[in-house]
């Protein structure tokens, strides 16, 4: 008791001072600058088309960083502040961690196993330039009757393909090693494809919230009782860190979310034939969502009150990159209500209270070739984070020669969306990395499933049944992944050493979205890759390098662990989605469950100085 109670003691809240510096910062301009160059004066800067893949903040041990959390004055330290970088050379991947303390690399190993690291934009760029002077292709086109200077080739497809012809890049010798011109169908009509809304017309009319009760110093956020870190990474876009929440009835910050974000994106399409079966993406690894994030558009991507944050990616050549106000950040108001009451069992009077529900939005979007994802962290005043991913942009499609749907007697894989245009049936599941630390480290994972009991004692109630509550602490990661369906089951994050003055265990419950799993078979391809899609819950053992896909089967009851989370969309193509699509929402939500004596929001009213 004595032992937990100074641990506890020993790891204090996330709070904040007036300094700049936080150890989970992004990498800067002249940070990444600085990698280059310790990189280019190595041996390495002699290797042959020496391409930087990634340099990421290779991020402190957490104990440091909740150590220097808990310290007084939080000024910058000694916190070794180092890069994990992903460079090719030589026909060889080499992964390095590299001291920008020391100006020196710190460790260095050639990666030889299967994979490739993710493409730059330089080599899909060359990539789409190459069949524009490569000859068999050439002739195809003006055979097709087409100006060359009109044709795109982009890694995937632009809204108006040209069905029958793929190419195989080798993007090291940055050659074309397969040309298969499969058969030819009528090309699809331009017209009506303009998805652009008309000039001079707002898109919406937006409210102005204050943001009065929003500071932001570098990359903490502090916002009614939050306080946060939010940064910008190369793969993952949006980092949130060290979330905490202001506890009025104990006047202390608690911990809640150690590090949020995206982990990886897996976009199967469902036509297996030549030209579409290796089209199953996982855009945050190949691509990554930080160097896809688009730079926001004031009044459409986010509202006028909104604030704006740049990002930092290191380009092929190692060169800073500045991505201005890829992050906006906002108080947003909806017209939902937070709580509200009215009482009528007064003698004499109606008693009627309530309050607005005023949230504050982190906000990207990452154009992903012909996807855009609105990724959305909200934060409620309740101890809620709701979690969004909001999909539009233009489908993968391929030419055919059907026009009328009733012409199609063959498996098309997809829906006619237009003339000679079938859009093709997909899925996405967009997994999330939730290192949540609940009122600490020490945490369990709980499955309470509601379960139907019979009333057998007639003498007892005149009920046959009711339902009642099987809680069940999940020892090991291999009972820690959860298939959710029909069967209602609560799903909680507790901290077992932290109780409620009434004794219930402190927690967060996971509130998920329409259940989706992968209906591929297991031994396909890309599920094999996928594997975790299958199950949209899984726990595990906390590891600082495990960020990017799970493993083993350590124990998992009351340590530091992670939840991972998947957003799933099944995706049948509709006219309407067609020549862009309307935005379609998912998400999940966590919740404090008996995390709070009772409800926050009554100890923190909302100080709404104007709504509209
Ligand atoms: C980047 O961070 C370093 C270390 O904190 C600092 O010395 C430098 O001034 C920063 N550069 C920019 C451009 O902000
Ligand atoms: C091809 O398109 C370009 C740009 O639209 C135009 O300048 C050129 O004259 C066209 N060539 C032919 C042969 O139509
Ligand atoms: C919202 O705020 C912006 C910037 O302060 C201002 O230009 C705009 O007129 C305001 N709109 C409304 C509806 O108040
Ligand atoms: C953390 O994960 C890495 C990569 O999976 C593994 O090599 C390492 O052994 C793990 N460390 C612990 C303490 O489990
Ligand atoms: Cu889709």
Request: charged share 20%; proline share 6%; aromatic share 10%.
């Amino acid at each position: 008791m004595s032992i937990s109670f100074l641990v506890l003691a020993f790891f204090l809240q996330y709070c904040f001072t007036s300094s700049l510096y936080h150890p989970l910062d992004p990498l800067n301009s002249t940070e990444i600058n600085q990698i280059k160059l310790i990189i280019q004066k190595s041996k390495l800067g002699g290797l042959p088309d020496l391409t930087f893949h990634s340099v990421d903040l290779e991020e402190p041990d957490k104990r440091y960083v909740l150590k220097w959390l808990s310290a007084s004055k939080q000024g910058k330290t000694n916190l070794p502040r180092q890069s994990k970088v992903v460079v090719r050379g030589g026909g060889e991947t080499h992964e390095l961690v590299v001291d920008l303390g020391t100006d020196s690399i710190k460790s260095h190993h050639i990666y030889t196993g299967h994979g490739y690291p993710p493409l730059t934009f330089n080599e899909l760029f060359k990539a789409s330039k190459l069949p524009l002077s490569y000859p068999k292709f050439k002739n195809e086109m003006i055979r097709r009757g087409l100006n060359l200077s009109e044709v795109s080739c982009i890694p995937f497809t632009v809204g108006w393909p040209i069905g029958g012809i793929s190419m195989l890049v080798d993007v090291d010798k940055m050659k074309i090693t397969v040309y298969i011109d499969t058969r030819r169908v009528p090309l699809p009509k331009a017209e009506g494809t303009d998805f652009r809304s008309p000039k001079g017309k707002p898109d919406s009319i937006i409210c102005n919230l204050t943001n009065t009760r929003l500071t932001i110093e570098g990359h903490k956020v502090k916002w009614g009782n939050w306080v946060l870190h939010v940064s910008f990474d190369a793969r993952a876009g949006i980092i949130i860190s060290t979330a905490s929440i202001f506890d009025a009835k104990f006047n202390k910050f608690r911990r809640i979310l150690y590090r949020g974000h995206v982990s990886e994106t897996f976009v199967p399409y469902m036509d297996p034939t030549s030209e579409w079966y290796f089209k199953t993406f996982m855009d945050v690894g190949e691509f990554g969502f930080g160097r896809a994030a688009d730079t926001l558009q004031p009044m459409i991507d986010c509202p006028a009150n909104a604030k704006y944050m740049d990002g930092y990616v290191a380009g092929a050549d190692g060169q800073a990159q500045q991505f201005p106000n890829v992050i906006c950040i906002f108080e947003r108001y909806d017209g939902n209500v937070a709580w509200r009451h009215t009482e009528i069992n007064v003698p004499g009077k109606v008693i009627r209270s309530g309050e607005p529900e005023i949230n504050l939005v982190v906000r990207m979007v990452a154009t992903v070739g012909n996807y855009d994802y609105v990724l959305d962290w909200e934060f409620k005043n309740s101890g809620t984070i709701k979690v969004g991913v909001h999909l539009t942009g233009i489908l993968e499609m391929k030419a055919t020669s059907y026009t009328i749907n009733d012409q199609i007697t063959e498996n098309v894989y997809g829906t006619l969306v237009a003339d000679n245009v079938v859009a093709v049936n997909h899925d996405h599941y967009v997994t999330y990395y939730l290192d949540l630390d609940v009122d600490g480290n020490g945490n369990s994972f709980i499955k309470s499933k509601l379960q139907t009991a019979r009333v057998t004692n007639i003498n007892v109630s005149p009920r046959k049944s009711y339902w009642m509550v099987i809680r069940e602490t999940v020892k090991r990661e291999a009972e820690a992944r959860v298939r959710l369906g029909l069967k209602p089951t609560e799903l909680l994050i507790v901290n077992p050493n932290k109780k409620t003055k009434l004794g219930n265990h402190v927690g967060y419950r996971l509130i998920p979205g329409q259940p989706v799993a992968s209906l591929l078979s297991d031994d396909d391809y890309p599920q094999i890759r996928a594997a975790y899609t299958k199950y949209q819950v899984w726990v595990t053992a906390y590891n600082k390098s495990e960020r990017w896909a799970g493993g083993l089967n350590r124990q998992i009851e009351n340590r530091d662990i992670v939840m991972w989370y998947t957003v799933g969309f099944h995706h049948v193509p509709c006219q309407e989605d067609f020549p862009v699509m309307p935005t379609i929402h998912g998400g999940f939500e966590l919740r404090p469950a008996n995390f709070f004596e009772s409800n926050p929001l009554l100890s923190q009213p909302q100080k709404c100085t104007k709504t509209c």
